[in-house]
């Protein structure tokens, strides 16, 4: 199909995609003339359009990508018309690629238009609480670079590089070289990849489980990044929050997930289900403690800057 709709807010894969598409269809030495990328805006369209509509040079096809295109916002019926016209008429060794991050709205004429006579893909990152799926993108994305790891490896760098593409596919191309075509496994995972994610959400989840090593190096990491304590306070009331009204609610009973969204502000109540397994094992007076200590913490923040209360804070917090 000569058209392609990629969306999404991975940017990697989406970077990705259309390497491994220019790779299938594009003829190296005549790359130059058959490869172009257009600036968003309505101006850069007509060319684009010429573009589309002009055989290949030398040997091979004509790759075309519109990055944010406009062609998938709303536009006037004399471009609509034109679109008509041209799409179908697309040679066969031309293809067009349109990129936006937020998926296309399917009730614009625009998108119902292009819809027929598009393939499109979505490579939205996956949300940084879901680590099955994210322990599964690890598995994919070493099979496609061929390197051999283990589960708990997996689990392991999955832990280490979140939802962040970019940085899986450097991990796992920095550890297919330390490794020398050997299995990767989880202490190798450990000796060679930095934690990178020094989030309030990792760090949050150390305080739940009583973590202290892991949470005083979260917070180590997050000093490091020059994070704003206030804001990582914040992040951590929010989760805390959220843990102690699904326990509170489960403990009563409550076993609507749309109710238990809604008490927690959740907005996708699929979320519900892994919290309920994250506070399945933490009880609900250490949750209200926790909650009464953050309370203060915040409050002792705005009145004073202090890293070292958040510190020996954090690792109360573990043993609370």
């Not at 990697?12 to 490869?35: C, D, G, H, Y």
């Not at 997996?154 to 550890?175: F, I, M, P, Q």
């Not at 490794?179 to 989030?199: H, L, M, P, R, Y």
């Not at 502000?265 to 919290?275: A, D, H, Q, S």
């Amino acid at each position: 199909m000569p058209i392609h709709i990629y969306f999404g807010d991975d940017e990697f894969r989406m970077e990705r995609a259309i390497k491994q598409l220019r790779t299938q269809i594009i003829s190296p030495p005549w790359e130059s003339f058959n490869v172009t990328h257009y600036p968003p805006g309505l101006q850069s369209l007509p060319q684009a359009l010429s573009d589309i509509m002009t055989p290949p040079f030398g040997n091979g096809n004509r790759l075309v990508v519109l990055p944010n295109s406009s062609m998938l916002e709303a536009m006037d019926d004399q471009m609509l018309g034109q679109l008509e016209q041209i799409l179908p008429a697309i040679p066969e060794s031309n293809t067009l690629v349109l990129t936006r991050i937020k998926k296309p709205n399917g009730r614009l004429k625009s998108t119902k238009l292009l819809q027929k006579y598009a393939q499109i893909q979505e490579f939205s990152l996956i949300p940084a609480w879901k680590t099955d799926p994210l322990v599964q993108q690890v598995k994919t994305a070493a099979e496609e670079l061929g390197v051999d790891i283990t589960s708990t490896a997996a689990k392991e760098l999955a832990s280490a590089v979140g939802n962040d593409t970019r940085l899986l596919y450097s991990e796992l191309e920095k550890l297919a070289t330390w490794s020398n075509g050997s299995s990767i496994d989880a202490n190798q995972v450990k000796e060679v990849v930095e934690i990178t994610t020094q989030t309030a959400i990792a760090l949050a989840a150390a305080i739940r489980t009583e973590d202290t090593t892991q949470a005083l190096q979260l917070l180590s990491g997050l000093r490091s990044r020059n994070e704003p304590m206030l804001k990582v306070v914040a992040t951590l009331i929010t989760l805390f929050r959220q843990w102690l009204w699904v326990k509170l609610l489960t403990l009563e009973g409550e076993t609507d997930n749309q109710i238990l969204a809604k008490y927690t502000e959740i907005g996708n109540p699929n979320r519900v289900y892994y919290l309920c397994q994250e506070v399945s094992r933490i009880s609900l007076p250490r949750l209200q403690r926790i909650m009464a200590q953050l309370l203060e913490l915040d409050v002792t923040l705005k009145s004073s800057s202090n890293f070292c209360a958040v510190q020996s804070q954090i690792v109360e917090l573990c043993f609370s």
